[in-house]
């Protein structure tokens, strides 16, 4: 199952849910108020745009060669 990152519009509680794609039309309750006035997030790590490389500088060999 997939996990959603929601917030509340009643207390501005973020929280994490994971649903069903049965279940993606639901408005989960909030954890902390038990409003059902929620809303899906979207994932800062999906949404981040980041184009930065992970340094290879702390993997593997450093002989040039990758496969050996």
């Known amino acids: 199952m ?6 509340c519009s009643e207390c501005g509680q973020s929280f994490d849910k994971m649903m069903r794609f049965s279940e993606l039309d ?5 954890p902390t108020c038990g ?6 997030q979207i994932s800062l790590f999906a949404s981040s745009g980041s184009t930065s490389q992970v340094s290879s500088g702390s993997c593997g060999s450093s002989s040039g060669s990758r496969f050996r």
């Open 2 to 7: 997939p996990m959603y990152e929601y917030v």
């Open 26 to 30: 639901q408005q989960p309750a909030c």
């Open 35 to 40: 409003s059902q006035n929620t809303r899906k």
